[in-house]
Nanobody, 122 residues
Framework: QVQLVESGGGLVQAGGSLRLSCAAS????????MGWYRQAPGKQRELVAA???????DYADSVKGRFTISRDNAKNTVYLQMNSLQPEDTAVYYC????????????????WGQGTQVTVSS
């Protein structure tokens, strides 16, 4: 079956950088929009950044200018480069694929990874 696996989270000091990766594996034919979301304790999950297969991107205002989303369609992998990290960025970061078409013709919608923790210290 299809899996989304995030990696690259960890502990970093304010002002530092991290790069998150999300690799989709399995019998995948095509993935449309991929995105990164985050959820901090006591808060709702929010969109951080999204990217379509053609490369157009969208960012939350809170991360614009600091984070960069990119993807490698051949590897079915999406990345999130996070610079100038602040304590407010501390959250569990989740990868999402909007629509996945499998090689067998199956369609999967709103497919989530399990998340990776990002902690930014003062």
């Amino acid at each position: 079956q299809v899996q989304l696996v995030e990696s690259g989270g960890g502990l970093v000091q304010a002002g530092g950088s991290l790069r998150l990766s999300c690799a989709a594996s399995g019998s995948i034919f095509r993935i449309t929009t991929m995105g990164w979301y985050r959820q901090a304790p006591g808060k709702q999950r929010e969109l951080v950044a999204a990217i379509i297969s053609g490369g157009n991107t969208d960012y939350a205002d809170s991360v614009k200018g600091r984070f960069t989303i990119s993807r490698d369609n051949a590897k079915n992998t999406v990345y999130l480069q996070m610079n100038s990290l602040q304590p407010e960025d501390t959250a569990v970061y989740y990868c999402k694929a909007d629509t996945i078409r499998t090689m067998e013709g199956r369609w999967l919608y709103n497919y989530w990874g399990q998340g990776t923790q990002v902690t930014v210290s003062s």
